[in-house]
């Protein structure tokens, strides 16, 4: 079984997702250049106390944007497949693993479902000064990942997200965590508007 290198962060990454990266402890710098060499992607796992999180996602590195002289590199990646990992191995000076890869079971969100979270997305980006979604993004069937990316988010919630087995499930659960966060986002705000605004709305 070919054995999977992890690269443990403080992040949940998603299908799609991109991912730039500074790389520059040795053990990573190391992976990196082996990664490139065999034209493979690494495994990013939310590195957690106790070890790393049980499901993941790989990266394939997308392009090095910056070689430093003294070896480190910036990169940018971006998410593909989620994974579970079986067992960890540390023979080397950076994780691996045996990991097995998730196939998403075939129920979808309704169209009713994909609008719903679109719009609450919309008003949580808008909140934030921040663009939405792509429309043309809506016909992609892992859409909550992307509708959930992008959104500095709590990372429990994106990493039970990543667990989830179908877009159905995860549609829902964006969906709730969504209308849950908004009443306080609304209220921040507002709250902000108000002190940096003496009162008139611009």
């Known amino acids: 079984m070919s054995l999977l290198p992890l690269f443990p962060l403080d992040l ?10 500074h790389i520059f402890e040795p053990r990573y710098r190391e992976m990196i250049s082996e ?6 992607s690494f495994g990013v796992v939310r590195a957690k106390e106790e070890g790393v999180a049980e499901i993941g996602c790989t990266a394939e ?3 090095v944007t910056r070689k430093y002289p003294d070896g ?13 990992v079986m067992q960890v191995n540390q ?4 994780l691996q693993a045996e990991v097995l890869y998730l196939q998403d079971e075939p129920d979808k969100a309704t169209a009713e479902e ?3 979270a679109v719009k609450l997305q919309g008003e949580i980006m808008g909140l934030a000064g921040s663009a939405s979604t792509d429309p043309s993004e809506i016909g992609n069937p892992q859409l909550s990942f ?3 990316g992008p959104l500095p988010l709590d990372l429990d919630f994106k990493q039970t997200l990543l667990g989830l087995k179908s877009e159905a499930e995860r549609m829902r659960a964006v969906i709730s965590y969504f209308e849950a966060i908004l009443p306080n986002l609304r209220r921040t705000v ?6 940096g605004g003496n009162g008139h709305v611009h």
């Open 12 to 21: 949940v990454l998603f299908p799609s997702s991109p991912l730039p990266l």
């Open 35 to 40: 990664c490139l060499d065999r034209k493979i």
């Open 61 to 63: 590195i997308i392009t």
């Open 72 to 84: 480190r590199m910036d990169i940018v990646t971006e998410g593909r497949e989620r994974f579970e």
């Open 91 to 94: 023979e080397r000076s950076f």
């Open 114 to 116: 994909i609008a719903q």
């Open 146 to 148: 992307n509708l959930v």
């Open 190 to 195: 507002r709250v902000r508007q108000k002190a």
